[in-house]
């Protein structure tokens, strides 16, 4: 540990391994937490708002911490460093699932410290889950030649870290890679985020999406397969989308609103989830974004994670991959865990649309419906219809009220008769009214 790698920590701040504490109060929970799941690290002399807060390392608190790992059930291996008066207790993951502390059985999702319900300690005992794909270390990859600086510089910024922490220092403390022997190895979600080509590596990490022509998947308009890295994949995947759906309009105090065929927000959740919760286990199938006339779906192999159950969806949270959900909340692609669904839910009502319809068989499957009629109920004058030259119409006499369609039709570069035809369509909506005679009169703008 030196100033510099502190640093960056304390700038990622709380996550799946990393716990500040400022005193040994609690720790039981987070030692026990940290062995249930993928091991880490609790830094005693730092508050939750990421202060330094410092104080007296003696032996008396480093027995404490000691015997508080060793009270746990059954005890836990730790051990302890100091750097200035920040005293760090490092917790590897346990081999003899689950552990206890007194308050009870515990387990790390995201940067909490959980109570474990019934059916998670029952398979921690059983053995279910302790091989999770996001953790394990991937013996195809080639730190020097498979890994890509520029997306981690990417990640960093998103995370809004600015620390200049060494690679190497960053990439262990995000917790996707180790040194051994002085050379760098990854875990699989390193090489989903940072690896140059992840599908090189792990071949069934790749997002397809397509769009169909009418209601079933027979005619294909249009299809890409994307296998960058999972952030680009997330957001190329919500580029087709917003291409290949259609597009509506809101005119209000002469500002066009584009509005979507489908809330962003929720196909963006659905998405993230999607690549974030999916079995990567499962070789033979990917996530898949399918669109219809009639509706979006988006699906992922391995239906729902070991301890949860469909009437749970949107107020529990169980991450089947919990680096990879850890790294997409540092950067604010995911919120608090278990919310998901409950975000989509909420965007669909929001514009008056059918709540999102949910299949779990094999895969997860989330569907979504838009208007029977695009541009219906979005507002009252609102439509397809409103073109492009008719909104600059709009603009230009709102600027100048008494400006002649000859006028306009210099400024547009449309035809005088074409203008006066888009006036007339407007004065029908009832967004556009004559005050006054033709010469002398001027243009109003309604809302």
């Given at each position: 540990?030196?100033?510099?790698?502190?640093?960056?920590?304390?700038?990622e701040g709380e996550g799946l391994k990393i716990e500040f504490k400022e005193g040994p109060n609690g720790i039981d929970k987070d030692?026990?937490?940290?062995?249930?799941?993928?091991?880490?690290?609790?830094?005693?002399?730092?508050?939750?708002?990421?202060?330094?807060?410092?104080?007296?390392?003696?032996?008396?608190?480093?027995?404490?911490?000691?015997?508080?790992?060793?009270?746990?059930?059954?005890?836990?291996?730790?051990?302890?460093?100091?750097?200035?008066?920040?005293?760090?207790?490092?917790?590897?993951?346990?081999?003899?699932?689950?552990?206890?502390?007194?308050?009870?059985?515990?387990?790390?999702?995201?940067?909490?410290?959980?109570?474990?319900?019934?059916?998670?300690?029952?398979?921690?005992?059983?053995?279910?889950?302790?091989?999770?794909?996001?953790g394990q270390i991937n013996s195809e990859f080639d730190f020097k030649k498979d890994f890509s600086i520029v997306k981690l510089d990417?990640?960093?910024?998103?995370?809004?870290?600015?620390?200049?922490?060494?690679?190497?220092?960053?990439?262990?403390?995000?917790?996707?890679?180790?040194?051994?022997?002085?050379?760098?190895?990854?875990?699989?979600?390193?090489?989903?985020?940072?690896?140059?080509?992840?599908?090189?590596?792990?071949?069934?990490?790749?997002?397809?999406?397509?769009?169909?022509?009418?209601?079933?998947?027979?005619?294909?308009?249009?299809?890409?397969?994307?296998?960058?890295?999972?952030?680009?994949?997330?957001?190329?995947?919500?580029?087709?989308?917003?291409?290949?759906?259609?597009?509506?309009?809101?005119?209000?105090?002469?500002?066009?609103?584009?509005?979507?065929?489908?809330?962003?927000?929720?196909?963006?959740?659905?998405?993230?989830?999607?690549?974030?919760?999916?079995?990567?286990?499962?070789?033979?199938?990917?996530?898949?974004?399918?669109?219809?006339?009639?509706?979006?779906?988006?699906?992922?192999?391995?239906?729902?994670?070991?301890?949860?159950?469909?009437?749970?969806?949107?107020?529990?949270?169980?991450?089947?991959?919990?680096?990879?959900?850890?790294?997409?909340?540092?950067?604010?692609?995911?919120?608090?865990?278990?919310?998901?669904?409950?975000?989509?839910?909420?965007?669909?009502?929001?514009?008056?649309?059918?709540?999102?319809?949910?299949?779990?068989?094999?895969?997860?499957?989330?569907?979504?419906?838009?208007?029977?009629?695009?541009?219906?109920?979005?507002?009252?004058?609102?439509?397809?219809?409103?073109?492009?030259?008719?909104?600059?119409?709009?603009?230009?006499?709102?600027?100048?009220?008494?400006?002649?369609?000859?006028?306009?039709?210099?400024?547009?570069?449309?035809?005088?008769?074409?203008?006066?035809?888009?006036?007339?369509?407007?004065?029908?909506?009832?967004?556009?009214?004559?005050?006054?005679?033709?010469?002398?009169?001027?243009?109003?703008?309604?809302?």
């Amino acid at each position: 540990m030196n100033k510099r790698e502190l640093d960056f920590i304390l700038q990622e701040g709380e996550g799946l391994k990393i716990e500040f504490k400022e005193g040994p109060n609690g720790i039981d929970k987070d030692i026990a937490a940290f062995a249930n799941a993928e091991g880490g690290r609790v830094f005693l002399g730092v508050s939750d708002d990421k202060i330094v807060k410092g104080g007296k390392i003696d032996n008396r608190l480093k027995s404490q911490a000691q015997d508080i790992a060793n009270n746990c059930d059954p005890s836990v291996k730790i051990k302890i460093a100091q750097f200035g008066g920040i005293l760090i207790v490092y917790v590897d993951e346990g081999q003899d699932k689950p552990y206890k502390c007194k308050e009870g059985f515990f387990m790390r999702i995201g940067p909490n410290s959980q109570k474990m319900s019934r059916d998670e300690i029952i398979d921690a005992a059983m053995g279910n889950g302790r091989i999770k794909f996001d953790g394990q270390i991937n013996s195809e990859f080639d730190f020097k030649k498979d890994f890509s600086i520029v997306k981690l510089d990417e990640f960093v910024k998103k995370a809004g870290i600015t620390s200049f922490a060494k690679k190497e220092d960053m990439l262990i403390n995000l917790g996707v890679a180790f040194s051994k022997n002085k050379k760098i190895r990854f875990n699989n979600t390193g090489v989903l985020f940072f690896a140059k080509e992840p599908c090189n590596i792990i071949r069934q990490a790749y997002v397809t999406c397509i769009r169909f022509q009418g209601t079933e998947n027979a005619n294909i308009i249009d299809r890409i397969d994307l296998k960058e890295d999972i952030i680009s994949n997330i957001e190329n995947a919500i580029k087709f989308v917003k291409r290949s759906t259609k597009l509506s309009y809101e005119i209000k105090e002469l500002k066009r609103k584009e509005i979507p065929e489908y809330p962003v927000e929720a196909i963006r959740e659905s998405i993230t989830n999607a690549v974030m919760h999916r079995d990567y286990f499962e070789k033979g199938a990917n996530v898949f974004v399918s669109i219809f006339d009639d509706r979006l779906e988006v699906y992922n192999p391995g239906g729902l994670p070991k301890g949860l159950n469909i009437k749970e969806l949107g107020k529990k949270g169980v991450r089947r991959n919990p680096l990879i959900a850890d790294l997409l909340h540092r950067i604010n692609y995911v919120e608090k865990a278990g919310t998901g669904i409950l975000r989509m839910r909420n965007a669909m009502k929001e514009r008056g649309l059918k709540e999102p319809q949910i299949d779990i068989t094999g895969f997860f499957t989330i569907t979504f419906y838009p208007y029977e009629k695009v541009g219906e109920k979005v507002g009252e004058k609102v439509g397809e219809k409103i073109s492009s030259n008719q909104q600059k119409i709009l603009e230009i006499i709102s600027a100048e009220p008494s400006v002649s369609a000859k006028g306009i039709s210099g400024k547009l570069g449309i035809s005088p008769r074409k203008v006066e035809e888009n006036i007339s369509k407007l004065k029908d909506r009832g967004l556009l009214k004559r005050i006054g005679p033709d010469k002398g009169g001027y243009w109003k703008v309604l809302r």
